[in-house]
């Protein structure tokens, strides 16, 4: 094992220290505070609180710890967890970008942070110029004619946009019956659309990776509303014949949904007005640098033609001078799609980064996560097959092809990944990939660090090579090692165990 190891050029390492639960490590009579000697006299709870408020059974099983030992557990926890702020976190189409901390400050701002969502608006004048500045930066990224805030994730966009075209079409007759989604397409076009009531049907991608237009020409006809399109899509290539796939769309009558999650590859490069679609979302928490994952918040806000404008969510804010006011009297509007005016704290720290950068930054922030991208597919090549082959956007999708005649697959690649102290790329996505792994760098990575990634990825295929079994038993500088994924899946263990019960799962495990 120790000799397996050493190939390991750690980037970060692994606390290993058993952790048990709060309830586990309590010890009767701890405490975290200390109080003086009570110096008045002590009442009867019944003196101060009605009878019929009292409890009668003994309040049991809450955890005793001293503040040390609260601490430190909650301490040691973070350590098992691998973030952005820990090392390289290339989850390909996540764009798990570093989160400058400068962002962190304005978000924290007492005037933003702490304003309650129902503060007249005479009061909130601040925070609703914030809304009304970064509509008007995405307006100006995007091209488009206005923007929405309002939408909590991509998907949420998704949805938005959906609704939004499905009321336009409404308003001419016809909402049409059908959108058309391309096969490499992230699993929430899809859902977002059924969603909206319609149903779908899928494009082929041809053999470059890109939408077939002899395919969409063929399926396109007047009871699709919309074809949704994710560019770069998530083979990580741009789609080039994008005007001729909209021109396509729109004579017969849709509309073209852009997904454009991942705006980091093309912003201050391309316009995707100008490309002709009508609709399209960002995440803020991709390409704008607020931080995700975990299930935190996000944020996806939508930019919309002149012709769609009338339908967005309301309240709209509206600036006359300096002063800004809420519009609600939007007759064609979808209505809220989110309480208040959406993930407030993420459009603050979107603002922040795009006013950080400014209009080189972003371009530069564009360009380096294309070269970075770019930089370990050029590197890899040789060692990897990259099934879609030519320049890429911000990603690169890798499959385990060259690896599985020696018994390995991607999740053992990726799984191995984590002893060389990197996150691992994404996984079997998307699905046209056999074995796909997905690596997005983003801008954030130096050299030395893709060099690093690099020198992991082709260790681990030498060790595919010569000792497969090494990387079938991946992570072993864990605390937890391989999980059995099926019985995580099918019995999930979702109910706190005794101390007794976990020791016993623990020695039953370690005699296994
Ligand atoms: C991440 C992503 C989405 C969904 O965004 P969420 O914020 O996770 O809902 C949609 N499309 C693409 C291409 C994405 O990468």
Redesign the pocket.
């Known amino acids: 094992m120790s000799e397996k190891k050493s190939r390991i050029k750690k980037a970060t390492t692994h606390v290993t220290q058993n952790e048990g639960l709060l309830f586990e490590i309590s010890r009767q009579g701890r405490a975290g505070y200390s109080i003086p000697q009570l110096d008045v006299p002590e009442l009867p709870p019944e003196e101060l609180i009605d009878r019929s408020f009292l409890r009668t059974d003994d309040l049991q099983g809450l955890p005793e710890l001293s503040e040390v030992d609260v601490v430190r557990h909650f301490t040691r926890l973070s350590t098992w967890n691998y973030g952005v702020d820990t090392g390289m976190y290339p989850l390909g ?2 764009t798990m970008k570093h989160n400058p901390r400068i962002n962190e400050k304005v978000a924290r701002i007492d005037g933003f942070a702490n304003l309650h969502p129902l503060t007249p608006v005479d009061l909130a004048q601040g925070a609703l110029e914030v809304i009304v500045r970064l509509e008007e930066c995405l307006a100006k990224i995007t091209g488009l004619h206005a923007v929405t805030l309002q939408p909590a ?4 966009g ?1 949805m938005t946009g959906m609704m939004m075209i499905r009321a336009a079409l409404s308003e001419r007759g016809n909402p049409r019956k059908k959108v058309l989604i391309p096969d490499s397409a ?1 699993g ?2 899809p859902a977002s659309a059924v969603i909206c009531g319609y149903t779908v049907e899928t494009v082929p991608s041809n053999s470059e990776g890109l939408t077939d237009l002899e395919a969409l020409k063929r399926e396109m006809n007047a009871d699709v509303a919309a074809l949704m399109l ?1 560019n770069p899509n ?1 083979l990580g290539k741009f789609e080039r014949n994008i005007e001729e796939i909209c021109r396509i769309v729109h004579d017969a009558g849709g509309f073209v949904y852009m ?1 454009g ?2 705006m980091n590859a093309l912003v201050g490069v391309m316009k995707p007005a100008a490309s002709g679609i009508d609709v399209m979302h960002m ?1 803020l ?2 390409t704008f640098s607020t931080p995700h994952g975990g299930g935190g918040p ?1 944020a ?1 806000p939508v930019a919309v033609t002149k012709e769609l404008e009338p339908y967005l969510p309301y309240p709209r804010i509206v600036r006359a001078g300096d002063r800004f006011s809420t519009n609600f009297d939007r007759p064609k509007s979808i209505g809220r799609v989110r309480a208040n005016f959406g993930n407030y704290g993420m459009l603050t720290r979107a603002l922040s980064y795009i006013l950080t950068f400014g209009d080189e930054g972003l371009l530069e922030m564009t360009q380096t996560a294309v070269l970075n991208a770019n930089y370990i597919a050029d590197k890899l090549k040789d060692t990897y097959e990259i099934p879609y082959a030519g320049r890429v956007m911000h990603e690169v999708v890798f499959s385990d092809k060259w690896q599985t005649p020696h018994g390995v697959k991607n999740s053992d690649i990726s799984k191995r990944l984590i002893d060389y102290g990197f996150y691992p790329p994404t996984m079997s996505f998307p699905l046209i990939v056999h074995g796909a792994m997905m690596v997005e760098p983003t801008e954030g990575e130096g050299r030395t660090e893709l060099d690093l990634f690099i020198d992991a990825m082709k260790s681990i295929n030498a060790e595919a090579i010569e000792e497969p079994e090494t990387l079938r038993h991946a992570p072993h500088s864990t605390k937890v090692g391989r999980l059995d994924e099926t019985a995580a899946a099918r019995k999930p263990v979702l109910r706190w165990r005794s101390a007794e019960e976990s020791e016993a799962q623990r020695a039953d495990k370690n005699t296994r």
């Open positions: 189409s996540c994730a991509g998907a949420h998704e992230h929430t076009n994710t998530t997904d999650a991942n995440n928490h991709k996000g996806g």
